[in-house]
């Protein structure tokens, strides 16, 4: 779809199920930074890499060693890399165009969330595990650096009481939510008590501390692309929205001169006066009637809506909130429990996983603006009679036609070198970024082709039933359905017989000429 076409007074955001993508059971997803792959991780311990553009599969990566769930995938900026993050406690750092692992580190507690350092160091990353603070990792040695959750572990070195029991004599611990700002050099970490830290992961050190009203639990924080707005989940049913107001380089500075100029003698109270000046509150959102809890809320890639999932269970609902604060759109898909979701970088699409493992692509229900194509042209809503003019179609000479132009055509022609996008101005990418990875093309042997016409006749067997969750439906991984229209339904198996039919008669032919 050409973009001048699209009617500029829609909402950029996405409103019905465009197709869906399935390859065994999926649990976590991740866009690369253009948003032309798609990384999925999913239950057997694989982790499959979608060409987003075409819908099919890329590469897929797995570890003999892992045979684990995995609970999250993440993209180093420039691509190259992915960290995988499994429930048997490991993280996994996979060389995307090799497909090899480049290091594995096992965690005493199994990472829930991780993510790479968003700077150009791919030795260190961000985990949050199950029942432990958050921590910094050097996946080249594995040794790590436990976060302080609260500002007593700064002074003590104690962790704060929680509200969950291990049978295992382990401490008891609330986990907790984590993530870097847009350069690293600092970590904010939600905790039990409603706390959002600003921490320094160098020196262990918190630097401020910002009180959420009511004190619930933070389930889930995360930064907009561009580093303006922090976003919160917590267990009181409400999404808030902070602005940063840090700079986005040097915050570590600011915050020296913050706590150089701060008046108060109690370490709490100072560090909660400096946490004023770096966050305020921007805006909240809640649904007041069902008072529903929300899951893997997250912003767009402009950072003009925000998305949350509900976290009812058998339900697959998706709100979407404009930055002011209004509602304006709630996609409802199957009768299936919501698990991840992401929105898409660049476009108004979002993908979400169900629990049945299946990967949602959400797309805009585009309304073509045909006006766009010329400035006189006019749609009319019923046939109108032409009156041409006199000299409209009469032939005129050549030399008429051609006009002078200021273009030299000896300038030589630059096809080498790439601009940078506006959507990606603000980013010191280097030139190697991945965007693609090569297809891999299949061997065409007769057998296989005889295992296809069976799988497709399966599939359209499969089709009539309605529902892509199906058993023979699930034999077909690695596959973009399309719910509008399937290339592979209703006649499938009649091209195939009809080709052998035409294949027969022609040999026929040729016999009685012969």
Known sequence: MNAPIIDPLQGDFPEVIEEYLEHGVMKCIAFNRRGTLLAAGCADGSCIIWDFETRGIAKELQDKDCVAAITSVCWSKDGHCILVSAADKSLTLWDVVSGEKITRTTLQQTPLQARLHPGSSKSLCLACPLSSAPMIVDLNTGSTTVLPVSVSDTAAGLL?????????????????????????????????????????????????????????????????????????????RTIRIYENLLPLKDGLKVLDELTTSCDEVDEAEKLKAIGSKCLALFRDFQDSITKVHWKVPCFSGDGEWVVGGSASKGEHKIYIWDRAGHLVKILEGPKEALIDLAWHPVHPIVVSVSLAGLVYIWAKDYTENWSAFAPDFKELEENEEYVE???????????????????????????????NESDFSDSDMAQEELCFLPAVPCPDVAEQQDKCVGSTSKLADSNHSGSPLSEEAGHNGGQAMNHASSPVE?????????KAEAIRERDGVAGREG
């Open 160 to 236: 704060p009481p929680s509200r969950n029991k291990f049978s295992d004599g382990s401490p008891p611990f609330t986990p907790t939510a984590a993530c870097f700002n847009k350069y690293g050099d600092l970590v904010y970490v939600g905790n039990s008590k409603g706390e959002i830290l600003i921490v320094d992961h160098k020196n262990k050190q918190v630097r401020a501390v910002v009180s959420i009203s009511g004190g619930s639990v933070i389930k889930n924080i995360i930064f907009s692309r561009n580093g303006q707005y922090l976003l919160t989940n917590s267990n009181d």
């Open 389 to 419: 003019r006199e000299d409209e179609f009469d032939l005129m000479p050549e030399t008429e036609k051609v006009k002078d132009t200021d273009v030299n055509e000896d300038d030589e022609v630059d096809i080498m070198t790439v601009e």
């Open 490 to 498: 209703g006649h499938g198996g009649n091209t195939v017989e009809k």
